[in-house]
């Protein structure tokens, strides 16, 4: 969607989201503009992954609107596959290995570091860097 000349990729208004009681997040207005590269940091059960699953549309907010102008490719943070002959590092590298093969859309990375020695951790933080496309990164803390 182009806004002013800015292509977008990402709006979020008005979004919140609970669980139970408990707000989890409130975000009043969030634009991603094309080719942006954007971290998400904050204490664990702050709301970055849920945050995440929103934009990828693996969840819903309970009020808002999400709007996302391009395909998603999504390593999440905890991989599903039992393939029990493989470690979970072993896992997150091929995980996140296939993704950066997909030359299309917006690559939302979710705690991709779990799991990864040093050196993958430094291959990985090296493809980020050189991802030509927009890439949202939850990095916890």
Request: glycine share 8%; proline share 1%.
């Amino acid at each position: 969607m182009i806004k002013g000349g800015v292509f977008m990729v990402i709006e979020l208004k008005n979004i919140e989201k609970f669980y139970g009681e408990k707000e989890i997040l409130k975000i009043d207005n969030l634009k991603i503009e094309e080719n942006e590269k954007v971290g998400i940091i904050g204490r664990n059960g702050s709301g970055k992954t849920t945050l995440c699953n929103i934009i990828a549309k693996k969840i819903k907010a309970d009020k808002g609107e999400v709007r996302v102008y391009q395909n998603i490719n999504y390593i999440e943070q905890f991989i599903k596959e039992d393939n029990k002959e493989k470690s979970g590092g072993e896992k997150q590298i091929e995980n996140w290995k296939h993704n950066f093969f997909k030359s299309n859309g917006i690559l939302i990375a979710d705690e991709p570091t779990s799991n990864l020695d040093i050196e993958h951790i430094e291959e990985l933080k090296e493809n980020l860097i050189k991802y030509k496309r927009n890439n949202i990164t939850n990095i916890s803390r």
